[in-house]
Each structure stands twice: as C-alpha cells, then as structure tokens.
Nanobody
Framework: QVQLAESGGGLVQAGGSLRLSCAAS????????IGWFRQAPGKAREGVSC????????YYTDSVKGRFAITRDNAKNTVYLQMNSLKPEDTAVYYC????????????????????WGQGTQVTISA
C-alpha cells in the first residue's frame, strides 16, 4: 500500500525551529518529485516548498525563503523540511505530496499535480 507519513510537527515559540519528515512506505521515493504544502484554518492549501526527484532543484514560496530548507534522503526514503525562525503565520497543518516525475522540476503551486498525499502534521507557532 502506497503511503506517505508526515512527522515532526508540534508547538514551538516564535523564532524556534522544527524539522518535518515525510516517510514513504509501499514505494520508493526515488524518481518522485516531492512537495510540502500547508493549510491554515479557513485558508486554501498553499505550496511551501518542493524538490525535484534528483534533489537538484528546490523551490520555495516567498514567505519562507531563507528560513525553510527542503532536502531528501532517498536511501532513507524520506524527505525533510527544516523550518527555522518560525513565525505565528507559519501555523498550519503541513502535508507532503509525491508525484512520479523523473525530469528536473516540481510543482510548487499546483496541489492537483501530486497523486500521493500524507495525512498531515500540525505545526503551531506561539507568539
């Protein structure tokens, strides 16, 4: 069974850090582009970052540039989102998504491009 599982969310104070993990089971992430999305209450799902299957290309939404970093470890079948200098506006449920795409690139702002999704992990930043 193809599954993605996010972990690492939690409650931290503004200025703190969290590292989210997206672990795949039932398939290998090698050859898949991965995206991180977030959704705050009452808001649309927003693309945060994505990484190409090779790891060569990474993209970030403007509000997290310089604070977040996406990496992947294909040997561990896991993608990470390191989040630093967290702000209250980063509070949301964070989801990872995967789509088989061996070319360089990923879709930062198109959730429907991804065929596999995790269940999400809550990130709450207190002021």
């Amino acid at each position: 069974q193809v599954q993605l599982a996010e972990s690492g969310g939690g409650l931290v104070q503004a200025g703190g850090s969290l590292r989210l993990s997206c672990a795949a089971s039932g398939f290998t992430l090698d050859g898949y582009a991965i995206g991180w999305f977030r959704q705050a209450p009452g808001k649309a799902r927003e693309g945060v970052s994505c990484i190409s299957s090779s790891g060569t290309f990474t993209y970030y939404t403007d509000s997290v540039k310089g604070r977040f970093a996406i990496t992947r470890d294909n040997a561990k079948n896991t993608v990470y989102l390191q989040m630093n200098s967290l702000k209250p506006e980063d509070t949301a449920v964070y989801y990872c998504a995967a789509e088989r795409y061996s070319s360089n690139g990923c879709a930062l702002r198109i959730p429907s491009w991804y065929g596999h999704w995790g269940q999400g992990t809550q990130v709450t930043i207190s002021a």
